[in-house]
């Protein structure tokens, strides 16, 4: 019979997990004690009721410091939900236009572009051409070329307009 590994645990190792012979320490006042053998390390964590931390495990030798271990992960849990909050998800916003398009439903579109802007997020306009309107792509592309100049100031051509089939993209990111 094959003896099962020991699963992995996630997060730094504490105590008796901690394989180096010696170690870089750091007290609980959080001055730096020097190298030292890891049962020293243990027994003055022991002694202080808390626990030996493997904080740098890379180093030689490892770092580790004594503290208290679950007040120690919760604030690691607390610091990465806070940039979890803070962080921003750059979405793509589409706008459909088509090459007909009438001078105040286009101001509408365009306000509806710098909204989009203003929250971060990119703009993909999209320009459909129906039945005869694929013989006069030129116009399609007049109409990108003014959202483009509108949105210079607040916004810079992520991807030039391209055909693809019956539609002409161009994708804008905010400056």
Known sequence: MKATAQPEKDGPRTNRDIRAIQVQLIDADGHNRGVV??????QL??????DLVEIVPNATPPVCKIL???????????????????????????????????DHDYEVKMRS????????D???????????EMAHQDIGFKLLQRVRTETAPI??????????GRQMTMVLAPK
Do not use: C, H
């Open 68 to 102: 208290d271990f679950g007040k120690y992960r919760f604030l690691e849990q607390k610091k990465s939900a806070e940039a979890r909050k803070r962080q921003k998800v750059v979405e793509v916003k589409e706008i459909k236009l088509r090459p007909g398009i009438d």
């Open 37 to 42: 053998n890891l049962t020293d390390a243990q």
């Open 122 to 132: 990119k703009v993909k306009v999209t320009l459909r051409f129906r039945g005869r």
């Open 113 to 120: 572009v710098r909204r989009f802007f203003d929250e971060g």
């Open 155 to 164: 916004a810079k051509v992520e991807a030039e307009p391209l055909m693809e």
């Open 45 to 50: 964590a022991d002694d202080a009721a808390l």
